[in-house]
Every structure is written in structure tokens, then in C-alpha cells.
């Protein structure tokens, strides 16, 4: 054994690389709007403070209805060349069921509001005094809850949550950031 790295699996691996890069790139240039404001049934939310009633920003609205337990509405938006919004499921058909439903909430979860630089999880765990990754799963969890609603199989969506729970650090950097123009 030379020590020299192996030419046809090197590549390879540049390849499919390459390949990956391109197949975000595609999928990112899906749009999904959402073209009125959509409430999501009362969801547990073991980490919002009782002291405080509720939260907005340009995407969403979320309000304390009783202890532990919120109401989130994802505000109406459009996704456009400039502002995509949503993307669908990254990587991954949007036509099984519940999906795409999932990720016409989820996608803005991750978005930016133009010119603050934090997602949307990151507002409200700020605005909140808690730890951003609780922020973060409360809105993954939320995917995968409207993911089984909407009828997906729950070993499909097993694997999509497990997807934006370990993906999205992964995959992110190759995607263009979006922006909410507030």
C-alpha cells in the first residue's frame, strides 16, 4: 500500500458531490406560498413561560391558550425567485402524504426576516429566554405531527423528521438563504 489516495474512488466521491450540489440547487427552486393564514390545532409546548401570552412575527402567530399548550398560525406568504419561503421537503418527494402540508410550516420555521438575520425558531427562542434547540424541535416535532395527520406512513415520516432533525445542519450550507421581505 502506497499511502496514495485512491484516483477513480476520489472521483467518484467528487461526483457525487457534485451531483448533491446540484440536485439542492433543483430542489430548492420549488416555491410553495401559502395564500391565507393557517391555524394549526393546539400543540404541547413544554418550554413556553405561563407568563407570557404570545408572540408574532411576519410568519407567524403563536399564543398560550393554557398552560404548556399554544396555538401557532403560519401567516399567510408568498414565495417568489427573489423570497422562497418554501421549498417543500428537501431532497425528498413532496407528494406523499402530509408532506408537503409539513413543510408549507416547517420551511418558514428556518426562514429569515430581511435584515434581523435570525430564523424564525430563533426569534421566538430569544424573545422567550429559552435555548434556540427547544425552539428548534418544538417546530421539527410540529413537521412530523403534520406529516402523520395529513396521512403519511409513519415510517416515512420517521425518516423525513429524522431527515430535519440531522439534515438541515448538513444541507444548509447549500442552500440559498431565504428571506421574508417584512
Not at 467518484?12 to 410553495?32: H, M, P, T
Not at 400543540?43 to 405561563?50: I, L, V
Not at 406512513?153 to 430535519?164: F, K, M, R, S, T
Amino acid at each position: 500500500m502506497s499511502g496514495r489516495p485512491d484516483t477513480p474512488t476520489k472521483a467518484a466521491l467528487e461526483l457525487a458531490v457534485e451531483w448533491a450540489r446540484g440536485a439542492i440547487r433543483r430542489d430548492a427552486q420549488n416555491r410553495y406560498s401559502l395564500k391565507e393564514d393557517w391555524a394549526l390545532p393546539a400543540a404541547h409546548c413544554s418550554f413556553w413561560p405561563d407568563a407570557v401570552t404570545g408572540w408574532e412575527s411576519p410568519l407567524f402567530r403563536i399564543s398560550r391558550v393554557a398552560p404548556r399548550i399554544v396555538a401557532v398560525t403560519v401567516r399567510e406568504y408568498l414565495s417568489a425567485p427573489d423570497n422562497n419561503v418554501c421549498d417543500g421537503a428537501t431532497l425528498s418527494p413532496d407528494n406523499i402524504p402530509g408532506i408537503l402540508p409539513a413543510a408549507i410550516f416547517h420551511d418558514p420555521w428556518y426562514c429569515r426576516i430581511k435584515g434581523d438575520g435570525a430564523k424564525q425558531f430563533e426569534l421566538l427562542a430569544d424573545a422567550l429566554g429559552v435555548p434556540r434547540r427547544e425552539t428548534r424541535r418544538f417546530g421539527d416535532n410540529l413537521f412530523y405531527a403534520i406529516a402523520r395527520a395529513g396521512g403519511c406512513p409513519w415510517l416515512v415520516a420517521h425518516l423525513y423528521h429524522a431527515g430535519v432533525r440531522i439534515g438541515y445542519p448538513v444541507v444548509r450550507p447549500f442552500l440559498p438563504d431565504a428571506e421574508v421581505k417584512a
